[in-house]
């Protein structure tokens, strides 16, 4: 049995958006959280009660405990062009993405890709994300065989693309099928793995390769589906030259049965309502990637507009097109793109979308982005401050949502002390800041 010491943030409701209030935050500073043999949340309990009879416990108090952080859309094999200069979507897929992809055709390649990314996430605080391998069933493979090593919620597919892609990077509709089938047999369901369809974007897929997969997913409603929408505007005008039918770029996917609730559609930049009413009936959900967007030029996604609306929003890092796996980066970030349309993401809005929201977008709200007995035990411990500037600042916050917001908007990796995943120990930073350790709390 593990016992952590430390002020726990996490939610019990949706904050609405804009307000800097308490609803649906749960604030317990100085709290013990206790963690079963199981890897579950056994107990949450005030600091003085001390930890349970025989418990391994560490005290940190001063400290910020929250649940792991949920990355809704991250590319495995873009660690190899995370920051290429100077093109926009459809030109950094040619000149960048494709060419590297290419590599992970080889096992061994995607075995260490695979090792290289799952713990570059656990060292960045996140602990279950949906993710994009390669085209290859073997890059699919290496990802699920390295998050199980891990213990780690994984959701994820081979990617589908059968044109518009250079040899060696395109499979064909039988294959593609076989794989899929193949490792839906092996891996969805097993452990903390679930298998998602994975269509990269409607222009690397035939409408044969499309219904193909609509029928995977009619066949199996457990099945996530995830892709690209809408994410750039040559993008979208190219899609409705390639499916001149379709009503929307999103309607190709409603059409070949890809729109449903378990479907993470990237982006949707360039949706209209009528496609954020669709995303409403089916009840899927954009990941808003802000730094992607902004680093490729991509746009600005209205996120309260398409909330109200009443699709889901999660938030994603979409490295490489994204700059940082750190979803505090990433959420620092979505704030910064909200104000350019006018608009003001709270603190409690952000870090519950990349929590209890992300978890329950997914179906997966019992089992990860909470602090509640029963729940894995999928735990990220933060440094308040690990700087001057960090730590001055947060010394003059004058209420919790300022102080969040400040630590939000200020924080990323290096203020990451530990991860566990299923109560395992997967992270530990080396040495804390001298002297700066929650200097601010
Ligand atoms: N659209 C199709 N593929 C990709 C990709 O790898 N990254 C991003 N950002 N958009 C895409
Ligand atoms: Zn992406």
Known sequence: MLALRADLLDFSAVPAWGDTG?????????????VGDDGRIADVRPGAEGPPEGARAEDHRGRLLLPGFVDTHVHM????????????????????????????ADPGVSARGA???LDALLAHGTTAAVVFPTVHRASAEALFAAAA??????????????????????????????DCIDLIDRWHGRGRAAYAVTVRFAPTSTPAQLAMA???????????????????????????ALFPDARSYLDVYAGAGLLHARSVLAHGIWLDDLDRAALREAGAQVAFCPSSNLFLGSGLFDWPGTAAAGAKV????????????????????????????GRRLTAWVALHAATRGAAEALGLGHEIGRLEPGAMAD??????????????????????????????????????????????????????PAGLAGAAA
């Open 22 to 34: 308490l609803h649906g935050v749960r604030w317990r500073p100085d709290h013990w959280l206790v």
């Open 77 to 104: 094999p873009q660690l190899d062009v995370i920051a290429s200069f100077g093109a926009e979507l459809l030109d950094w897929l040619e000149r960048y993405t494709f060419p590297s992809e290419r590599a992970y």
């Open 149 to 178: 090593e891990r213990g780690m919620r994984i959701v994820a597919g081979k990617v589908l693309m059968d044109r518009h892609a250079p040899d060696g990077l395109r499979d064909d509709v039988a294959q593609a099928e076989r």
């Open 314 to 341: 999660t938030v994603a890092s979409d490295v490489g097109g994204g700059t940082s796996l750190s979803m505090l980066r990433t959420l620092a970030e979505g704030y910064k793109v909200q104000a350019l349309g």
């Open 379 to 432: 735990l990220c411990l933060w440094d308040w401050a690990v700087g001057t500037v960090d730590a001055h600042r947060l010394s003059v916050a004058r209420d919790l949502h300022e102080r969040c917001f400040a630590w939000m908007t200020l924080a990323d990796e290096r203020h990451l002390a530990a991860t566990w995943v299923a109560g395992r120990e997967r992270h530990r930073r080396a040495a804390a």
């Open 214 to 240: 609509g029928a995977l997913c009619r066949a199996d409603p457990t099945l996530y589906m995830q892709t690209h929408v809408a994410e750039n505007r040559e993008e979208v005008r190219w899609v409705s």
């Open 115 to 117: 090792a290289r990314f």
